[in-house]
């Protein structure tokens, strides 16, 4: 009967050790989504401008940068006031938010005219995901940087909505703005937890 002790003891552990080693893993994605976004970053910077050497001795026309996001990455979004950096896919899937915010489908273009929105989830470990964001107040800045461009957004509102409200997609004003999306509560969510900004910077990298 003592490796039958042993088998509970092992199941027990590994129950308990789960959703830590879990969210560690996806915190570990996370960071590394990050880290090679940056690098796709430097190393696209040296590109160019390898680039444009060639083009200044062969004197012929810079031609456009290549704007196709890397590992399809749109950028990262940062809230200070929150400690937050997130790095942004394209499509809100369920595998792209285990590990980054999404770009609903649709909605508009990040930096153009028109309401641009990203969902993530409130993860259980503090600071990770949107799990702060309800303590983002009006005012408080919002920055996107993509591969070319960083965008500043300003908070001018917070909203508790139904699912099923889709009313807090709209442009009626035909500015930039972004919306923020997630659920709430966190357990057993009834809700969406918004939170709206207007572009107020725009600035070339």
């Known amino acids: 009967m003592k490796w039958f002790a042993y088998l509970l003891l092992v199941i027990g552990l590994s129950t308990m050790f789960y959703p830590k080693a879990k969210s560690m893993y996806y915190s570990q994605v996370e960071r590394q989504l990050l880290k090679d976004w940056e690098a796709a970053e430097v190393n696209s910077v040296i590109q160019q401008s390898y680039q444009q050497l060639d083009d200044i001795f062969l004197e012929i026309q810079q031609p456009q940068p290549n704007t196709t996001p890397k590992n399809g990455i749109l950028g990262k979004l940062t809230i200070n006031q929150i400690?937050?950096?997130?790095?942004i896919m394209e499509g809100a899937s369920q595998k792209n938010l285990k590990v980054a915010a999404g770009h609903l489908a649709g909605?508009?273009?990040i930096g153009e005219i028109g309401n641009s929105a990203i969902a993530a989830h409130r993860?259980?470990?503090?600071?990770?995901?949107?799990?702060?964001?309800?303590?983002?107040?009006?005012?408080?800045?919002?920055?996107?940087?993509?591969?070319?461009k960083k965008f500043t957004y300003s908070v001018t509102e917070?909203?508790?909505?139904?699912?099923?409200?889709?009313?807090?997609?709209?442009?009626?004003?035909?500015?930039?703005?972004i919306t923020l999306i997630t659920c709430h509560p966190m357990k057993n969510p009834t809700h969406r937890y918004i939170?709206?900004?207007?572009?107020?910077k725009e600035e070339v990298l």
């Open 83 to 87: 400690d937050l950096m997130i790095p």
């Open 107 to 109: 909605t508009g273009s």
């Open 123 to 148: 993860s259980y470990t503090y600071g990770k995901q949107f799990n702060r964001l309800p303590e983002v107040e009006e005012g408080d800045l919002i920055q996107i940087e993509t591969t070319q």
């Open 158 to 177: 917070k909203l508790l909505v139904l699912p099923t409200d889709l009313s807090v997609l709209q442009n009626e004003n035909n500015e930039s703005m």
């Open 195 to 200: 939170v709206k900004a207007v572009l107020q």
